[in-house]
């Protein structure tokens, strides 16, 4: 059975070439363009991993992967947060943080690689 991503972004362009790139590797994605629905999609589709943008529009991704790990059905399911300008090195320390970050603009290798960590640790 194939491992559910589900993408956050809201980018249209960046969204697409992430849902290719783990389509491509086997994943089995889902995508959203903003957090707003992000806790119905999640009991829907039933993620292995949220990948997810740190700007979406009026939401702050750092603010839904800090109510995610503090949900007990969604606390232990792997976040990794993606920024062209925060700090997020900094974001990992914090309560409620994601377990891990990637910085934009991203390697392919990197992303496939980080994505792959975060789903056998």
Same mark, same amino acid.
């Given at each position: 059975?194939?491992?559910? $991503?589900?993408?956050?972004d809201?980018?249209?362009?960046? @969204?697409?070439?992430?849902s290719?790139? @783990?389509? /491509?590797?086997?994943?089995?994605?889902?995508?959203?363009?903003g957090?707003e629905?992000?806790?119905?999609?999640?009991r829907?589709?039933?993620?292995?991993?949220?990948?997810?943008?740190?700007?979406?529009?009026s939401?702050?991704?750092r603010m839904?992967?800090?109510d995610?790990?503090?949900?007990?059905?969604?606390?232990?399911?792997?976040?990794? @947060? $993606?920024?062209?300008?925060h700090?997020?090195?900094?974001?990992?320390?914090?309560?409620?943080?994601p377990? /891990?970050? $990637?910085?934009?603009p991203?390697?392919?290798?990197? @992303?496939?690689?980080?994505?792959?960590?975060?789903?056998?640790?």
């Open positions: 059975m194939k491992q559910k $991503i589900l993408v956050l809201d980018d249209a362009d960046i @969204l697409a070439i992430i290719y790139i @783990l389509t /491509d590797k086997g994943f089995d994605v889902a995508t959203l363009s957090g629905e992000i806790g119905k999609v999640i829907q589709f039933n993620p292995d991993l949220v990948l997810m943008d740190v700007m979406l529009g939401m702050d991704g839904i992967c800090k995610l790990k503090h949900q007990p059905e969604t606390s232990s399911l792997p976040v990794i @947060l $993606i920024s062209a300008s700090d997020l090195a900094q974001s990992l320390r914090e309560d409620g943080a377990n /891990d970050f $990637i910085a934009k991203f390697d392919i290798d990197k @992303l496939v690689k980080t994505v792959e960590e975060q789903l056998t640790s």
